[in-house]
């Protein structure tokens, strides 16, 4: 039986193989459909040609915004399509690993292969598939990164105390990268935690799996141009508990009211004990700023609780956390001054949560590339809450007239003369002038609030040069 028609009777009888480990990939015409930007694609392209197969990459974004992707597997013998998917290449794939981007139910290039009864799979499942440790699965509207990267500094601070059976902690998935490389250093002994976007967890039903202990931060309506309505999306969250066997217990935060009965009922169904997040009695020290914070902080307790390690290690690597690169991560001190960078933020409204987070006078830079988005809610919260508000890239005079309106109509005046609304020509001018504008105690807070693609590759790319502007400085 060919590699294809043995992947087509697995599909077609009872799904992906239960050992996939012995199903050698040697020889497998695998199609990779979207290479992405952040790690995925790339380190599933790799473990694959490392497994023995012959490996197609295909994007539709065009090969110049994928620069880096491309530099990451230019030593590996694949062909490349960029700029478009063609149904061509479908007519030798034996397998095809769909990026989890794609929205099925408008792809062409879905609709074709599924027509042609090519079988499929994802990074994410070909990972757990043959992950040989217990893992964590975390999804959630928000805070999912936050809180994976929490609780796994709280289970290596657990491990470093020996307070744990664990051996290691390795953590991976949505949160960026591939942990495909290193299956072979992964025990049975060690303990994985997983990010899992809502787009992950449309696919894990395919192989019918689930985390041992799952983890939903939160559920708000969210993602609905995907999904069309909140009852689909909540719907593809619970996904994260239909696997066999079902996980131990999910441990749940702040919940929609639509969703608070849906949740129960399938937790109750699949013999879950579900375990409610709740405030600890003695506050938590963080290091890190915000309300949203203080609930990951809460969330990663309860389910370090739920594990049954002991709270004092856990504690510490909380204080300790510094944040997550380009969410609120505190960067350095330079004169009483403290900075953070955001470049995460790519649109007002985040920019907001980020202001808010911050419970001091703060110097805000913003701008990026401009979109056809509303200004007036977080022009009136900088309005409020800024000592300065630094504008630059093509959305900065937006932001400016918008801020300008908003300190008019609530009779404001700025504590840096003129009107507090500084105009940048790039990032590096706009950390001078927040540098000036700035006195000690304050925060200087990059939080854009706009796409980067203006000027960098994207947020992260944005991100590391404002970090190497302040350590510069």
Known sequence: MTTRHALEHEVATRGPARRPEERSLAGCRTLVVGLGRFGGGVGVTRWLVGQGAQVTVTDQAAAETLQESIAAISDLPVRRRFGTHDARDLEHADLVVLNPAVVKSRSAMYQEMTRRGIPWTTELNL????????????????????????????????????ATGFSDVHLGGNIGGSLLGTLDAIRATDVVVLEISNAQLEDLP?????????????????????????????????????????????????????????????????????????????????????????????????????LGLP???????????????????????????????????????????????????????????????????????????ARAVVCMGESGPYFASAVRLARDAAGRESVTGADGILEARDLASAVELARSAALPGDAVLFSPGAPSFDAYVNFTDRGRRFVELVRGL
């Open 127 to 162: 990972f757990c598939e043959r992950c040989p440790a217990p893992v964590a699965g975390v999804t959630g509207s928000f805070g999912k990164s936050t809180t994976c990267t929490m609780l796994a500094e709280a289970l290596r601070s657990c491990v470093r105390a020996r």
């Open 206 to 306: 395919h192989i019918g799996w689930a985390p041992r202990w799952s983890v939903i931060t939160n559920l708000v309506p969210h993602h609905l141009d995907r999904h069309g309505t909140f009852e689909a999306y909540l719907d593809t969250k619970l996904n994260i508990l239909r696997g066999d066997p079902a996980p131990e217990f999910l441990a749940v935060g702040e919940l929609h009211p639509q969703a608070e009965a849906a949740v129960a009922a399938v937790a109750r169904e699949r013999g879950t004990r579900l375990v409610r997040v709740s405030a600890p009695a003695e506050a938590v020290e963080l290091r890190v700023p915000g309300a949203h914070n203080r609930r990951n902080a809460a969330c990663v307790l309860t389910v370090c609780r739920a």
């Open 311 to 385: 709270e004092p290690p856990v504690r510490e690597a909380l204080a300790s956390f510094r944040g997550l690169e380009h969410r609120l991560e505190y960067v350095r001190t330079v004169a009483g001054v403290d900075y953070y960078n955001d470049s995460k933020s790519t649109a007002p409204s985040a920019t907001v949560q980020a202001v808010e987070a911050l419970d001091r006078a703060q110097v805000v830079i913003v701008g990026g590339q401009r979109k056809e988005v509303a200004f007036a809610d977080c022009a009136a919260t900088l309005a409020r809450r």
